[in-house]
């Protein structure tokens, strides 16, 4: 499958920081989708993006679907500890087909 | 809704032992996957299922076997397990004809923690 690049690769912040990371893919895809995995569990859809250009929130997380349709972000606002956790980025080319996941960024939030 | 199930959630084995993970999920999902976790990896699919009695490979396939005979489970087998194989296991489902808005939205269950010594 198409492995995505996600970037930053981790992050050390404090709270309240404004947080941004992307994902980009050298093919198209159709869908993005951003998953949260907290430790010992599975990924958790945060936000799915499905139109080109679309900028799309969740409380302090808003995602964009770039318009190349290779690319995606994901901001999340005024970070809280909770926020802790890996951020997946994925791409989907149909309804049905598998996702093609991104190495995660992994995040820190001190108190 | 309990969504995605899976068990067990954790095993060891011991190589060349064989061993089933149930995947069950009760949201009428047809399609159905089985992914793999390594540390510092995303998630790569092994098997995935369209519907009740079909199964196809993903880019992991080798050393895995998948059956889905009920619309609700989705079964992956080691038939000998090596210690290659050892990893996160995550069962995934998505798509109900009755909503076309989610389609494309896959859901997790919390994973199935395998060592094979």
């Known amino acids: 499958g198409q492995q995505l690049n996600q970037s930053p690769q981790s992050m050390f912040i404090q709270e309240g920081e404004d947080v941004s990371m992307n994902c980009t893919s050298s093919?198209?895809?159709?869908?993005w989708l951003w998953y949260k995995q907290d430790p010992g569990e599975g990924p958790v859809l945060l936000i799915a993006?499905?139109?080109?250009?679309e900028l799309t929130s969740n409380g302090r997380l808003t995602a964009q679907f770039g318009i190349t349709r290779k690319d995606s972000f994901l901001n999340i606002s005024a970070s809280i500890p909770s926020d802790v956790g890996i951020y997946f980025c994925?791409?989907?080319?149909?309804?049905?087909?598998?996702?093609?996941f991104g190495k995660g960024t992994s995040l820190l939030v001190t108190p | 809704n309990a969504g995605v199930t899976q068990t067990p959630k954790f095993r060891v084995l011991k190589t060349g032992q064989s061993m089933t993970l149930l995947c069950a999920q009760d949201?009428?999902?047809?399609?159905m996957y089985w992914y793999r976790q390594d540390p510092g990896m995303g998630l790569r699919l092994i098997h995935y299922?369209?519907?009740?009695?079909?199964?196809a490979k993903g880019e992991v396939p080798d050393g895995y076997n998948v059956s889905r005979l009920k619309k609700q489970n989705f079964l992956l087998g080691l038939e000998s397990a090596a210690p290659s194989q050892t990893s996160v296991y995550f069962c995934?489902?998505?798509?109900?004809?009755?909503?076309?808005?989610?389609?494309?939205?896959?859901?997790f269950g919390p994973g199935t923690r395998l060592t094979v010594t």
């Open positions: 093919s198209i895809f159709n869908t």
């Open positions: 995934a489902s998505s798509y109900t004809l009755l909503d076309l808005s989610q389609n494309y939205e896959q859901y």
């Open positions: 299922s369209v519907g009740e009695g079909t199964t």
């Open positions: 949201m009428n999902h047809e399609y």
């Open positions: 993006l499905y139109k080109a250009g």
């Open positions: 994925a791409g989907q080319l149909h309804s049905g087909y598998a996702l093609n």
